[in-house]
């Protein structure tokens, strides 16, 4: 037995690395029976078939420590969230969707800004980065145009299995073939509806530097939240942390409460009010997906 990770999944073959070697697997049908699917980042174990041919079947999948269902994912580390400032504009409600949905999953966050080469100042890039200036998130800014941007997220990928996430259109996988030196598929906007049309058809895992992966996955135009629990939401904004220890109810959820740090936190503008209102509309979605 070998073990190995799966980097790709086509028509029922899964591919699976194995110091330096891909083999084309099946996998059990023993999984189907347990409901269980091979995600694309399982660690798993297979039985070679045929060395030189380089084909095996999926014995065993290793323990996941987290997964994500869109895209469908698992072991990640960190999540590189990418929105463009311009074509398509910077949507910030879409944004704190995917940094709530990788909060969830605990993963580390980078937020990155692309196009920084199509504004005539940074004065745009500054403002998102006053809003998110307390969560902890790390805020880059780059342009497929000058490479040399590129050196911060390239640096961030070592030793660590990343997934780039964000709306289509906004330039991922035209990062994603600078950093990894692969042609992927790239679209261009809708002149229609201003928004990015879809190219990336599949997941998939991307060996860069010498210890870092990565993954391409399709974009995404809505994130429903209902995996979250309404109680649970406000832990997913980490800049609430720091003063909702102070809240006169441990159960608050900073809306209606009375003595709630939070709020106060607010008015006193040490949280962005953008993020505020964002969390209070995702808690009533939350809520009201529950009615049904």
């Known amino acids: 037995m070998k073990k190995g990770r799966l980097i790709k999944g086509i028509g029922g073959f899964y591919y699976v690395y194995v110091d330096g070697l891909t083999y084309e697997c099946k996998a059990r049908g023993i999984f189907r029976k347990r409901k269980i699917t091979p995600c694309i980042g399982d660690y798993v174990e297979i039985e070679v078939i045929d060395e030189d041919k380089k084909l095996g079947v999926i014995e065993e999948i290793l323990d996941r420590k987290n997964e994500m269902i869109r ?14 400032i311009v074509r398509p504009d910077i ?12 909060e969830s999953k605990d993963l580390e966050i980078v937020i990155c800004i692309n196009k920084a080469d199509l504004i005539d100042n940074d004065t745009s890039i500054e403002e998102i980065k006053k809003i ?32 780039f996430a964000g709306p289509s259109g906004v ?3 035209s990062i994603l073939k600078i950093l990894t030196n692969r042609e992927l598929e790239t679209g261009d906007i809708s002149r229609k509806t201003g928004r ?10 991307i060996r860069i530097n010498d210890e870092g992966w990565v993954v391409d996955t399709p974009g995404f135009s809505n994130l429903d939240l209902n995996e979250i629990d309404e109680k649970e939401l406000s832990e997913f904004f980490p800049e609430f942390n720091e003063y909702a220890e102070d809240c006169r109810f441990i159960s608050c959820i900073h809306v209606n409460e009375p003595d709630c740090a939070v709020k106060d936190a607010i008015e006193k503008g040490k949280i962005s009010i953008s993020r505020y209102e964002n969390y209070k509309l995702f808690l009533k979605e939350i809520k009201e997906s529950r009615r049904y």
């Open 71 to 84: 895209p469908a994912v698992s072991n990640i580390d960190q999540a590189i969230i990418v929105f463009s």
């Open 171 to 173: 330039g991922k996988s």
């Open 196 to 205: 990015g049309k879809h190219t990336t058809r599949h997941a998939e895992l």
């Open 91 to 102: 949507n910030t409600m879409l944004l704190d969707r995917f940094t709530v949905l990788a």
């Open 132 to 163: 998110y200036s307390n969560t902890g998130y790390r805020i880059i800014s780059t342009s497929t145009k000058v490479e040399s941007e590129l050196e911060d997220i390239l640096k961030l990928l070592d030793n660590k299995t990343s997934v």
